[in-house]
């Protein structure tokens, strides 16, 4: 018989330097997760991924036992990393702080694809570059697109 379903929390934590203090810890406590259990087993599979954020998905069944997905790390941080900046522009419209190049943004695209609302690698380029003008980007060279 398959296990009960009763939650699931969403997290986002830095590969391979998951521990129990918060805001795993409480998180999982209260759901009534091994705490423990669970930071062994994520720092084991993020190990190649030290120091990047990752979005995690865990599923508690109703007997405290539990199963996560790793997600890739977010289109920002991945932005954040290509065009060698710590944070977005507080006034993205006037005061550009960096810039990427469309080959940048389709490896972020092609790499964050599985996680995104879209088919194509198009449609992924697109939501990434909307993202980079949000935070203040420019997009330097010539648009894969024709409109």
Do not use: H, Y
């Amino acid at each position: 018989m398959a296990k009960e379903l009763t939650g699931f929390i969403k997290l986002q934590v830095k590969g391979g330097a998951a521990n129990p203090a918060p805001p795993i810890g409480p998180a999982l406590g209260s759901k009534g997760v091994n705490i423990m259990e669970f930071c062994k087993q994520f720092n084991a599979r993020t190990q190649d991924k030290a120091g990047k954020i990752l979005p995690v998905v865990i599923s508690v069944f109703s007997d405290k036992s539990f199963d996560f997905v790793i997600k890739t790390p977010p289109v920002a941080n991945q932005l954040m990393e290509a065009s060698k900046t710590s944070k977005g522009s507080a006034e993205s419209n006037r005061k550009k702080i960096g810039s990427v190049t469309w080959d940048q943004i389709r490896v972020i695209a092609e790499d964050k694809i599985v996680d995104m609302n879209c088919f194509k690698v198009e449609s992924a380029m697109k939501m990434v570059a909307g993202s980079a003008r949000s935070m203040g980007l420019n997009i330097t060279g010539d648009s894969p697109f024709n409109n």
